[in-house]
């Protein structure tokens, strides 16, 4: 192998002395990032050994490594090191004390797969939860669908892909000093992206009602380059094969991008959401009862059916209640919805403070942390009525529903108000 060395530890001249032993090819021993990413740019590389320290492991360096296809391992001196690098989303770390061979290791870590190969598809079911500006509700709607899902004995995924700040972890009470989906996305750039290391990298939620799998966003907005469309397809392509249901909390935005940036190959901040779309087999579209959340979801629903390649929509109202839209307010909106975006059987959520605030203060889901609530009885009514009940059918005639509901309209259904669980 043909390794480079940014070291600024004790550790250099052992690792050296022992990678030499080894018959590796020690390319060069550089000290700053600045000249570990002058490396990356001019030789051909099998990877790096890079401090875990702001000096030497930068996002920069490991921008740069993810560019060229090079495999990067920290090394850390001590605790605060190692939370360092994962809150960059390196997971690759080892001791500054372990030998030569658990570096190497790190190094020679995942299962090559050729790039230009298309991801084998799993059998795992992709949900998108999406909604216009505004905070209509989408992250708690996608906690308590993997919530329900997982409570029906459904292996589950929850993952963050909002590109302007991740809101998943601290939602459920989890300090996350690193983004695990920024990791696999990382590993996926390499093509290194396995059940394995999935596991490796994720968290888990558990509690008496189920547990499932979180993939958490990034914390600061501006690593929204970190997230590349061929990345997030390429990791959801892997959650396939790793569970039942791949939940996917995205972004607002569908603006594709090109029109503000002069470079056609630059990223986009909105390939996140738009990749994440795209993959879905299924896309609860989620808007706020009231007069300003309505017009933002009936004019940003026709860039998302723009969007999707899925018919598999389903329209969740939320937050609903007769002091923002008047008397009768479930026909009052339904009327809204089918007048000016033809959206029939649309799902209602009621405004449940108390749940919700519950939830948010316990740092649990809604399904732990206040069951009988009317929110929580209205999330279980949607999976089972339009994901389970759906994914159940024959697949003859789920397409000949989708066929129904993209060629004619359909008579609108009456939907009872949620019934409180017991």
């Known amino acids: 192998m043909r390794i480079v060395t940014c070291l600024d530890t004790a550790a250099d001249d052992r690792l050296v002395q022992e990678l030499s032993a080894e018959g590796h090819d020690l390319v060069a021993r550089v000290q700053t990032a600045h000249e570990l990413i002058d490396i990356l740019r001019q030789r051909q590389l099998d990877g790096v050994v890079v401090s875990a320290s702001g000096r030497q492991l930068t996002l920069e360096v490991l921008a740069e490594a993810d560019e060229v296809g090079i495999r990067l391992v920290a090394v850390a001196e001590d ?18 004390h372990a030998p030569w061979r658990e570096v190497e290791l790190q190094l020679r870590g995942g299962v090559a ?23 209509p509700g989408r992250s708690t709607v996608a906690i308590q669908l993997a919530a329900e899902l997982a409570f029906r004995s459904k292996s589950v995924v929850l993952v963050d892909a909002d590109t302007y700040g991740g809101t998943i972890a601290p939602a459920l009470g989890m300090l996350d000093e690193s983004p695990s ?34 993939l958490s966003g990034i914390g600061r907005p501006s690593r929204w380059p970190e997230l590349g469309a061929d990345r997030v397809t390429a990791t959801i392509g892997v959650c396939r094969a790793w569970t039942d249901y791949i939940v996917v909390d995205t972004g607002f935005s569908l603006e594709a991008d090109e029109e503000i940036s002069s470079d056609l190959f630059a990223p986009r901040r909105n390939a996140a959401t738009l990749a994440a779309l795209r993959q879905a087999d299924h896309v609860i579209a989620v808007g706020s009862a009231d007069p300003v959340g309505l017009s933002r979801l009936l004019r940003a629903h026709v860039d998302l059916l723009e969007a999707i390649e899925t018919s598999e929509v389903t329209m969740v109202v939320n937050r609903l209640r007769a002091s923002a839209v008047g008397s009768n307010a479930r026909h009052q909106v339904r009327q809204t919805l089918q007048r000016f975006g033809g959206v029939d059987e649309p799902i209602f959520l009621p405004l449940d403070v108390a749940g919700a605030d519950a939830a948010v203060l316990a740092g649990k889901t809604i399904i732990d942390a206040a069951p009988r609530s009317a929110i929580r009885a209205g999330i279980a009514q949607l999976v089972d009525d339009r994901i389970l009940a759906a994914d159940d059918e024959p697949p003859s005639r789920r397409a000949a529903r989708k066929a ?6 359909t008579r609108s259904r009456q939907t009872l108000l949620p019934r409180r669980l017991g």
Do not use: K, M
Not at 182 to 209: D, G, I, K, Q, W
């Open 113 to 135: 797969i050729p790039r230009e190969a298309a991801p084998e598809r799993g059998a795992g079911r992709v949900i998108a939860v999406w909604g216009p500006a505004g905070a």
């Open 79 to 96: 605790d605060a090191e190692r939370r360092y690098a994962l809150s960059l989303g390196l997971y690759e770390v080892v001791d500054s």
């Open 404 to 409: 129904a509901r993209q060629g004619r309209p």
């Open 181 to 214: 989906f920024a990791a696999a996305c990382r590993l996926a750039s390499h093509n290194s992206l396995t059940v394995p290391e999935l596991e490796r990298v994720a968290s888990r939620y558990t509690s008496p009602h189920g547990a499932f799998w979180i």
